[in-house]
């Protein structure tokens, strides 16, 4: 029986901060994969925990939602 949980919300009510989780038995992809990431002045910037086990994937993201503006080095405004 396949299983999906996906859950977003803001972080700690700060502006442009969010937190998605995501849990699935249902991924087709590698027998074992582990991934922790952070980045910066990027796009959707933040931190990342990746773990998929066979069928098994555990995704956590605390990110921004802005994206960035390369030209002025800062988020970019509209």
């Not at 590698?30 to 990027?42: D, E």
């Not at 910037?45 to 030209?71: C, N, P, T, V, Y």
């Amino acid at each position: 029986m396949a299983f999906n949980f996906c859950k977003t919300g803001s972080f700690f009510k700060r502006p442009h901060k969010y937190w998605e989780l995501q849990i699935t038995n249902a991924f087709e992809g590698p027998y074992f994969n582990f991934q922790v990431q952070w980045t910066k002045k990027h796009d959707h910037a933040g931190f990342q925990l990746l773990i998929e086990i066979h069928k098994f994937m555990f995704d956590f993201k605390i990110f921004d939602s802005r994206h960035w503006d390369w030209d002025n080095d800062t988020y970019a405004t509209h």
